[in-house]
């Protein structure tokens, strides 16, 4: 493979954040695969051998799996390794993915996350062997907490999307606690996909509402949408312009008069902690992606994590098991709790997400608003030595990330997810595409706290140049990216003939075919 | 602070660029009565020192150097450095979702692996991307199978195990979908009587684990002709998919839920682990959570995307198969690097090390006076034993001599209390099992 990359289509020698390296090529484990080799091997066995047909019975035994990998233990190291060569990751740079929030994960995490005694405990074990774990959650629960100004917390939501679900599911319970569980969750027109995916789960209908020309919940407007049919307004604050709710508090009496209650969604709290608190301004329920302010790391999708805070009267309707702090410090779990939601996951959650987060938290302590700060600044910062070459649709103060448009590129026929790729040559992530939807042609930019002036100057570099780039030259844009290992990929064959699984070369047809 | 690469003059300078007199005047649009006067009441700062020490003191508390013969959804197993090693290299740790698919060709590519080896254990033609866990992931192919055959009962084994149940009912509860439990019979597996009373024709789908949480393994293939020939849908858990060895796959079910976290993933206090949905190449559109699908650029080479996202919530947003959006990637690859490693081979003989100990196990334990084996389906490292006493005494006794002993059934099956599952893993060595039997033993002798 010999990819062209011509002294035009590199990025100008002006730009200093990328260089070309070589770059392995490598084919699927399963190519590698020869009978008779394995990579790991394990303790002879200590007790007499069975036969598994005579011990299990001939309708239930199997013979070894068909088209398992057969190789070394170099080979999976050399496999892997230069896989995760074609990978950018926050490591090696800024992802300036807005709402995404990627910063820097700190290596000590990752070591207590694997102590003996934390990583080899079991869920099932009696909770007197389990102290230390749930003095974990315990203490995990006070920060988040204290953060959050709200009053009581589960820890169980395997990610943000099943916090929102239980969030929704205790306002849910609530309400039927109080004789009607309501209909309708509203929506603004600028959430999150996964807010009216989980009002759905939850039993209720999605009602969208308009942001107003400010790119805000317009309390006039809302009024005529809070009926006694609505249980609950969901809230991204900041929300996803980067933009403070500056009337969320009237916000939150319209809805309490009417009985409906307040959700955030706290995916942008990386803009809030340590300077203010969604519980001093009227939240009634709100969940957190630890993935995301936590710094847990997001590891190509996940895992992450999605704790809900709720307001004294949610508490009774968190879901089970609840950690308990006894008296004399001994801790337990209560999951003898008849007004709860129930189980949204088994055992306590990601329990080794929580950890790390609770590791990120203790790092900072009160500390944590300079994080917050400087995440401001960044966003700030960038917002200013661009806005003279990009569109800003909404002009209003931004907090966290700041929302431009592809407006002025697109008179060149360059759109932003042209402008989004042509920055993988000058050695970046993308931001965020098309998203919020109330901005057409979206480039939402997030640099987190974790990027130094440095860095920042860097991506003002490759963006300023790139629009240079889409007036002079916007083939060379659109045809984006040019430098990468591979080029932008089919994705309408991808989905219209969905080849999932490899399969020998022998049964390739029925792989097409499937 | 260390996490911070800013230094005042670089804060100053940067304020003075943007044209604000202090950080404050950033924060202008937070309206003045909800800022923060004072410090937050938080601990910390720690340094990295007194934060290893923070979660060394917390380790202590625990249960380090017990043996364990717990497993009921967890298991313990073999794991190697190298699988760890690699899913820490800050590519694929620090990366993130590859929606960019020409920088993120490393995690697509291993997902794509991931897709494939499940299908190769499971017997199915598809897999997805991964589930949070096991719990999730039984209750998102409940809600696919409803939403596949436009019914909303579904018949749920009792032997399903309980938590996975619990959260299936939470779930259920709002979506009108009716849970009918159906029992088990003297096997221990499940009851096709009451299946059939069950009114199986109205039915979305019977709804079993295998080897279910007493350790037996159902008769699948029965299962489905039975499912079938209703128009109904066969969905099978796996929680210990390290049978999938030596047992027969179960290719005959429609639906496999399954929570990988014996593919070298640590117990971890319950998480995090990776969940997984495999099934039928024809129900793929309604499967939930992401897939990566090959395809190429327009030079032709392979490359891999996320694929058919049509059916995920940032684009379908209230009309989405599911509402997961974050999913488990980095154990995924774990999973995937571990069986690599173990390859076919490897995975057959730790298959058969668990069948050999756990029969071994049993014979043991059937050798003490008072304890019989309670199911006689036959199974795979998880057996069920009845004991002349209470099981919550007998484990409080073992905690004396630094033995977990076996799960009590009584808390979740009122019907079986003195009757607990003991599990034995290739990691559970002869002289556990020795010292188990012989401790349970001496505490049955001893006076009550």
Redesign the interface.
Known sequence: MNPKVTETEAPAATVRKAARHVIQNEGLIFEKSAPGKRGMEIPPLDVPAVDPTAALGQEFAREAVEGFPEVSEIEVVRHFTRLSTWNYAIDLGMYPLGSCTMKYNPRVNEFVARLDGLASEHPQQPPELAQGCLRILHDLEQCLISITGMDAATLQPAAGAQGELTGLLMIRAYLESQGNPRKIVLIPDSAHGTNPASVVIAGYEVQNIKSNARGQIDTDHLREFVTNDVAALMLTNPNTLGVFEERIAEIATVLHERGALLYMDGANMNALAGVTRPGDFGVDVMHLNLHKTFSTPHGGGGPGAGPVLVKKILEPFLPIPVVVRREGGQYSLDGNRPRSVGRVRAYCGNFGVLLRALAYALAYGPGIRQATEDAVLNANYIRKHLEDLFDLPYNLPSMHEVVFSDALQKVRGVNTMDIAKRLLDYGFHAYTTAFPLIVPGAMMIEPTESESKEECDLFVDAMRSIAAEAATNPELVKTAPHSTRVGRLDEVAAARRPILRWKPADDKELAHDA | ??????SPS??Q???E????RS?EE??????EK???RA????????S?M???Q???????????G?S?F?G???Y?H?R?V?A?A?????????????Y????????L??I??F???M???TGQ???N??M?????ALTEAVLMAARLTGRSRVLVARSV?P??R??L???A????IEIVEIGYTQSGQIDRAAIQRAKLGDAAAIVTQSPNFFGV?E?L?ALADEAHAAETLLVTCITEPVS??????PAEADIVAMEGQAFGV???????YVGVIATR?KF?RQMPG??????????G?R???L????R???????K?T??????????A?AAT?H????????????A??N???A??ALAESEKIPGVRRVFSG?F?NEFTLEFPRSVKMI?RAL?GEKI?GP?ALGTHYPELTKRAVVCIT?TT??AE?ERLCAAVRRILESPV
Do not use: W
């Not at chain 2, 590519?91 to 590859?98: A, C, H, K, R």
């Not at chain 2, 960019?100 to 995690?107: D, K, L, Y």
């Not at chain 2, 995920?312 to 209230?318: A, F, G, T």
């Open positions: 602070m260390r996490y911070l690469p800013k670089e804060r300078e940067m304020l660029a943007i044209g604000a950080i950033l924060f202008q649009s937070v309206p909800f800022r923060l410090p937050l009441t938080l601990p910390g700062p720690l990295e007194e934060i290893i923070y979660f060394q003191d917390r380790a202590a508390e625990n249960a380090r017990c364990s717990l009921a959804g967890v313990r073999v190697s190298t760890d690699l899913v820490q290299r800050g590519e694929f740790l620090t990366s993130y979702t590859p960019q698919a020409e920088i993120s060709q490393g995690t590519t291993a794509f692996e897709q494939t080896l299908c190769q254990l033609e598809v897999a991307a991964s949070y866990d096991g719990s999730t195990h938590e996975y619990q959260v009912a939470t779930y509860r709002n979506l009108g393994l008769e293939p999938l060895g030596v047992v027969r796959p640590s117990p971890s206090y319950g998480g995090p190449e793929v992401r897939l990566a699908g090959q395809t190429t650029d327009a030079a080479r490359g891999f995307v694929t058919l996202a049509t995920e919530q940032h684009i379908r947003r209230e989405a599911s509402n997961i959006c974050t999913n488990e990637a980095l154990y690859l690097i069986l690599c490693l173990l390859g076919k081979e490897g995975l057959r003989e730790q058969l090390q069948l050999a100990k029969r071994f036959p795979f484990n905690l977990i799960y290739e060595t002869r099992i």
